[in-house]
C-alpha cells in the first residue's frame, strides 16, 4: 500500500509537485486508496471531494442514473477518472510565519481545463517532518 512521503529537510518544489503528480496519477488509473494515501490531508472529506469531482466533471458530459452521494454510482464505476489530469501549472504562494507554502494546479477533464484547482501546501507536521496535504478541489 502506498504512504505519503516525508522529509526530514524541506523539500523542493519539485520534490513536492512529484507527490501531487503522483497522487493524480494514481486518481486518473483508478486507485482511490493509493491516491489517498500518498499524500496527507487537510479535511477528512475524501469520498466528498471525490464526488465532487465527479459531479462537476463527469456528468456535464454524460447522465448518470443516481447523481446523489449515497448512490455511490460514482464509485462503482471509476473508468471516468482516466479523463481526470492536470496541468503543469503548479502556483506556488509564498510561506507563512508557520513553514508552510500553499500551492495550487489546475485540474482538467477529457484535455480541457475545467476550471477546478487541487488545493496542496507543505508543511511540518507534528514529528518536525515536511509533509504534503491536500485541501480542496474546487472551482478556482
Same mark, same amino acid.
Given at each position: 500500500?502506498?504512504?505519503? *512521503?516525508? &522529509?526530514?529537510?524541506?523539500?523542493?518544489? =519539485?520534490?513536492?509537485?512529484?507527490?501531487?503528480? +503522483? /497522487?493524480?496519477?494514481?486518481?486518473?488509473k483508478g486507485e482511490l486508496e493509493n491516491a489517498k494515501n500518498?499524500?496527507?490531508?487537510?479535511?477528512?472529506?475524501?469520498?466528498?471531494?471525490?464526488?465532487?469531482?465527479?459531479?462537476?466533471?463527469?456528468?456535464?458530459?454524460?447522465?448518470?442514473?443516481?447523481?446523489?452521494?449515497?448512490? *455511490?454510482? &460514482?464509485?462503482?464505476?471509476?473508468?471516468? =477518472?482516466?479523463?481526470?489530469?492536470?496541468?503543469? +501549472? /503548479?502556483?506556488?504562494?509564498?510561506?507563512?510565519?508557520?513553514?508552510?507554502?500553499?500551492?495550487?494546479?489546475?485540474?482538467?477533464?477529457?484535455?480541457?481545463?475545467?476550471?477546478?484547482?487541487?488545493?496542496?501546501?507543505?508543511?511540518?507536521?507534528?514529528?518536525?517532518?515536511?509533509?504534503?496535504?491536500?485541501?480542496?478541489?474546487?472551482?478556482?
Amino acid at each position: 500500500m502506498t504512504t505519503f *512521503k516525508t &522529509w526530514k529537510e524541506k523539500p523542493t518544489e =519539485l520534490e513536492a509537485q512529484k507527490q501531487v503528480l +503522483d /497522487f493524480f496519477a494514481y486518481l486518473k488509473k483508478g486507485e482511490l486508496e493509493n491516491a489517498k494515501n500518498s499524500v496527507d490531508h487537510l479535511y477528512d472529506d475524501w469520498e466528498e471531494s471525490i464526488h465532487v469531482i465527479w459531479r462537476d466533471h463527469y456528468l456535464i458530459h454524460e447522465i448518470a442514473e443516481d447523481e446523489s452521494f449515497e448512490g *455511490k454510482e &460514482w464509485l462503482n464505476n471509476l473508468e471516468w =477518472l482516466g479523463n481526470l489530469d492536470i496541468l503543469d +501549472d /503548479f502556483m506556488w504562494g509564498e510561506e507563512n510565519e508557520n513553514d508552510t507554502r500553499y500551492f495550487d494546479v489546475s485540474v482538467t477533464y477529457m484535455g480541457e481545463p475545467s476550471g477546478f484547482v487541487a488545493q496542496f501546501q507543505l508543511e511540518k507536521n507534528n514529528d518536525d517532518h515536511y509533509v504534503v496535504k491536500r485541501g480542496l478541489i474546487d472551482m478556482a
